[in-house]
């Protein structure tokens, strides 16, 4: 296939092959955080080369190394006083913490806090450090902030390069180089966040095999043009090219008033006699902050099979008061680029808000909080937020925003109430829970025309997988999830599989829900019944018939359901169906969870368990569970599915997924499903400007329109054997209907 892409490189005037070659998700280079051990006493940073082992225990810090292939060092920050005092790194009794402002698979922007600098004789400096790690998966580049608290005495801030054998490419702090922040003399508590003593450094980890990527401007001045915008420049501190543009308005005028207005970035890039990778980041100077979703388009105008970070903070929750007191909000996308020597590109990148050509887009964002969010958005208005360290701690809830689009919008903003509580995957052996810890993020589809994840997790001995994938779709807010258990250790004793096992739990408790009826069924409710009293109301009944459903309602806020398409299981040998547990508790909170229809089993190494099932919040008040009910139809009885194949081969019903035949093209049959559907189709010979088209009851084909403002509203990828695919979106119908799609003839 990858002359298939030749193709459509020359027909882009460009040479795209590094870049088409490392979006393959198993071709793209790692990165990823998360905890080192389940009392989230570390912190791990694993890059495609090099490690970074953070120690959050209680005077620890100097414990904390970054290893790369063949070197490891520490972190040699250190303040020396104009009295000659050396105040080195640790944490407090308290221990220090990890936040991360921006989570990606091109960069993730870690806070390490709660730091002190102390000298051997056990003097503390009035002040708290913060070190930020910009990570990439080749380079990290690095900053130490001084936060006062007191006067701190006269001195410097340092990078202590003769502290090991580092492989420091650059010092952004240093006078040799004259970039970043130089050395600040004296602090105290009520300066200014900008004025705060800081100072950068970098490193880049790479053998001769690698395409280089520096942590300086490597293409030097004048190397990237910025032809439509505010400002172009290279940040030696986040090792990133900048792209500086305006939003012109709120959520508010993005879906009232301009739905279609995309903030525009220009730009020329070019290489010099080398070849290299850069990183690019677009962000957003007026009206920063809300960025949902962008696309980068090549120099014809068309969108370019680059999977898009979206990273950002909404400002004014405050949620880092002390290192982040003014809240600074954001909105930025990052894109890497692979440069062959002389080559350039001239590229557009667009920041959109609502609508991705005729039809509202969908996305997933990192969101800067308490702690890193997923954000998932329909157009402006917030769907679903997946926290991967947990809202809570290791306990709490791995959905923290959850909001029904059939709900009335606000007034003061086009959104919708929060009704999550959602967490997996827990179990409970020897009368104590066992809860889940986060492992990695398979980023497989930011936007614009829909959003497909998968979380990699543990609980315990059992290794779990999480695939979720969401559509633009405006009648409710539908997250479909397939989850994957695999027990990787035993025996588990488990005394009841209905209640002390559960594939999905909600809680009331984080958004202090009052429901006051709840119900489960298939095609006709089995019970109805009041929510009082306290204990397990429903302890885990059998949820038999075809697609079951189970709901509470009552709240202004709207209901809470989901639905069960199948379950498979292995658990010595047996096969076991969906069950429900509805558990009150004294303070009036309810519980709702997806279990398992067996009595007491010993989880071995080798079993398994497979369920897949969407959530679905809907309505307020007066919504009942008839609307679950009657959801099971669309999504169950008469799902998505492809009814036959003229040309290609069918994939998958739903998702709808297609392989063209070799010459691009594919006609099918489908139906069934209801409002926004995707039809991806993989083993197209080009990336621009696919074409979907539909027979009529006429016997005419005609185009189904993406378009809005000519050349947006597609979604295209690279597929896994290095062709092309598009994401398509169609209504769904009851009723058969005819398409064929094939790569556009220009």
């Known amino acids: 296939m990858w002359g298939v892409i030749l193709l459509s490189i020359l027909q882009a005037g460009a040479d795209w092959s590094r870049d088409f070659e490392h979006q393959v998700y198993s071709q793209r280079p790692a990165l990823e955080v998360a905890y080192g051990d389940d009392q989230r006493e570390s912190a791990v940073v694993t890059a495609e080369r090099y490690r970074v082992n ?10 904390s190394r970054i290893v790369g292939d063949t070197r490891e060092v520490g972190f040699p920050v250190r303040y020396v006083g104009a ?28 806070r390490w806090l709660d730091l002190n600098l102390i000298t051997e004789q056990g003097a503390v400096l009035p002040a708290r450090g913060e070190i930020a790690l910009h990570c990439y998966p080749e380079k990290l580049h690095l900053k130490a902030v001084l936060h006062a608290t007191g006067d701190v005495p006269d001195g410097r801030l340092e990078v202590d390069l003769a502290h090991d054998e580092l492989p420091i490419t650059a010092t952004l702090g240093g006078s040799d180089a004259g970039l970043g922040w130089a050395d600040v003399v004296g602090a105290r508590a009520d300066q200014p966040l900008p004025d705060r003593p800081a100072i950068g ?23 990237i043009e910025l032809l439509e915008g505010v400002d172009a420049r290279y940040d030696p501190v986040r090792g990133s090219y900048m792209l500086t543009t305006d939003n012109r308005g709120n959520f508010s005028y993005h879906y009232y008033e301009a739905p279609n207005d995309y903030e ?57 008061p002390f290192y982040n007191p003014g809240d600074t909000p954001f909105s930025e996308t990052f894109y890497p680029l692979y440069l062959e020597p002389g080559e350039s590109h001239e590229l557009t990148s667009h920041h959109l808000y609502q609508n991705w ?37 290791p306990p709490g809830v791995q959905i923290a925003d959850l909001r029904a689009m059939s709900q009335e919008m606000w007034k003061s903003q086009p959104q919708h109430d929060n009704v999550a509580g959602h967490r997996f995957v827990m179990y409970r052996s020897g009368g104590a829970w066992t809860y889940s810890e986060y492992d990695a993020t398979e980023f497989l589809s930011t936007g614009p025309n829909w959003m497909h994840i998968g979380m990699r997790n543990h609980t315990g001995p059992l290794r779990w997988h999480l695939e979720t994938f969401e559509l633009p779709q405006l009648d409710e807010l539908r997250n479909f999830i397939r989850i994957r258990v695999d027990v990787t250790d035993g025996p588990i004793e488990i005394d009841s599989l209905r209640t002390d096992l559960r594939m999905l739990d909600i809680t009331t408790r984080i958004q202090n829900l009052r429901y006051t009826q709840g119900g489960y ?18 302890a885990g009944a059998p949820l038999l018939g075809e697609y079951p459903w189970a709901t509470l309602w009552g709240d202004a806020k709207g209901a809470n359901a989901f639905v069960v398409e199948d379950v498979r299981t292995s658990i010595d040998g ?5 069950a429900v547990v509805i558990e009150r508790h004294p303070d009036g909170n309810t519980q709702l969870a997806l279990t398992l229809d067996g009595d007491a089993a010993t989880l ?15 309505g307020d008040e007066t919504a009942t569970h008839e609307t679950p009910m009657g959801d099971r139809v669309p999504f169950g009885m008469d799902a998505p599915r492809v009814v036959s194949v003229e040309r290609g081969q069918a994939l998958s019903d739903f998702p709808t997924r297609l392989r063209a035949d070799e010459r691009g093209a594919v006609d099918f049959i489908m139906a069934g499903g209801t409002d926004a559907l995707p039809v991806i189709v993989e083993g197209l010979t080009s990336y621009t400007r696919p074409r979907l088209e539909r027979l009529t009851e006429d016997g005419d084909w005609e185009r189904v329109v993406h378009e809005e403002l000519g050349g947006d509203g597609y979604q295209v990828f690279v597929t896994d054997d290095g062709g092309f695919g598009c994401v398509f979106l169609v209504q769904g119908s009851p009723e058969p209907v005819r398409y064929r799609a094939r790569a556009a003839l220009r």
């Not at 953070?54 to 414990?63: E, G, K, T, V, Y």
């Not at 969101?367 to 769907?383: F, K, R």
């Open 264 to 320: 525009t970035a220009r730009f020329r890039i070019a290489a010099g006699d080398a070849p290299v990778k850069v990183y690019v980041c677009h962000e957003t100077r007026e009206f920063p902050g809300l960025v949902e979703c962008g696309v980068l388009l090549d120099s014809r105008g068309d969108v370019l099979p680059l999977l898009a970070q979206i990273s950002k903070n909404f400002g004014g929750e405050h949620e880092e």
């Open 201 to 223: 450094w970098a490193m880049t980890f790479q053998d001769g095999g690698d395409l280089p990527v520096p942590v300086l401007d490597a293409l030097g001045s004048g190397a």
């Open 54 to 63: 953070l120690d959050l225990r209680p005077d620890s810090a100097q414990l």
């Open 521 to 538: 069924g298939a095609e006709t409710p089995t019970e109805l019944l009041p929510l009082d009293g306290s204990g397990l109301l429903v």
């Open 83 to 110: 009295d000659g005092q050396v105040y080195l790194l640790t944490a407090g009794e308290a221990g220090s913490r990890i936040n991360l402002y921006r989570r990606g698979p091109y960069c993730c922007d870690v």
């Open 574 to 578: 047996r096969q076991y169906g969906p």
């Open 357 to 393: 050509g005729n039809h509202a887009l969908k996305q997933f964002s990192s969101l800067g909080a308490w702690m890193d969010y997923y954000h998932s958005s329909t157009g402006v208005t917030e769907t679903t937020c997946y926290v991967p360290f947990k809202f809570g701690g």
């Open 604 to 618: 071995q190494r080798g079993d398994w368990v497979e369920a897949d099932f969407y959530i679905m919040p809907y």
